[in-house]
């Protein structure tokens, strides 16, 4: 399967990807309302029900299976993205189910169910786990990048940037640097372990440097950064 991606030239953003899938080629897509066009023979798509747990997970009802050789666009709208990841055998990294868009043939998942205090920490019971060989998609908002874990040298990371996480980690809430620092900074993950964590640069901080950006008068934005929590009374 090869998959080519074109990002829009227009104002809008939108980002496009075609698939191309030969003979033995077979692909899952799990938002197939974003499935803009298709050439190919008409039984090449076939829409399935998803499972209950994964509908209340997905909070989508259908995925549609395309398979043999055929060729269909999906467009995200601007702010999104896909990450394709290519799986060979086992992986020790966890998922959330609500951010996979696609995965290939031969991909297996199972559900992990997280500790209580993870659970608290990431406001989510449930992640996912994948094996087997081929590819899976994931939705992103923003540049994607990894940052190495240490099992004695804790990473902090912003509690909204993290993709995926590999199951071994030990997580802890947390917020770092002086009083002040700690009182501006949104909750951190104080994370440990062996592997790689897979963050997303985009989302709310993209939008908070635009506001920032935006000429809202030097004594608002003085209260705003001076007062504790003033981003969020200040408007």
């Keep these: 399967m090869n998959i080519i991606h074109e990002q829009s030239g227009d104002s809008f953003g939108a980002q496009a990807y075609t698939f191309e ?6 692909v899952h897509i799990l938002h197939p309302q974003q499935v803009m066009s298709y050439r190919g023979h008409p039984r090449g798509r076939s829409d399935r029900l998803l499972e209950i747990s994964r ?20 467009v995200l709208p601007a702010g999104f993205g896909l990450q394709m990841l290519d799986l060979s055998g086992g992986s020790d990294m966890l998922y ?6 696609f995965y290939t043939d031969g991909i297996e998942m199972k ?10 920490i990431t406001q989510d019971a449930i992640k996912m786990k994948f094996s087997g ?42 917020v770092y640097g002086n009083h002040l620092a700690s009182q ?18 985009g989302g709310t901080r993209s939008q908070e440097l635009r506001e920032h950006m935006e000429d ?3 004594v608002k934005r003085i209260l705003r ?11």
């Design 21 to 26: 899938l030969e003979h033995d080629d077979g």
């Design 55 to 74: 509908m209340m997970r997905k909070r989508k009802l259908i995925r549609a299976d395309f398979k043999g050789r055929c060729t269909f666009t999906a």
């Design 96 to 101: 959330d189910f609500r951010q996979l868009f």
């Design 111 to 120: 559900s992990r169910i997280l500790k209580l205090k993870n659970m608290l």
């Design 133 to 174: 060989n081929g590819q899976i998609g994931i939705m992103t908002q923003g540049t994607v990048f990894q940052a190495e874990l240490h099992e004695k040298e804790p990473l902090f990371v912003n509690a909204g940037s993290i993709l995926a996480y590999p199951e071994n980690a030990k997580l802890d809430l947390a």
């Design 184 to 201: 501006h900074m949104n909750y951190h993950w104080k994370m440990t372990g062996r592997g790689h964590v897979l963050l997303q640069a």
């Design 216 to 218: 809202d008068g030097l």
């Design 225 to 235: 950064e001076a007062i504790p929590f003033g981003n969020i009374f200040i408007k």
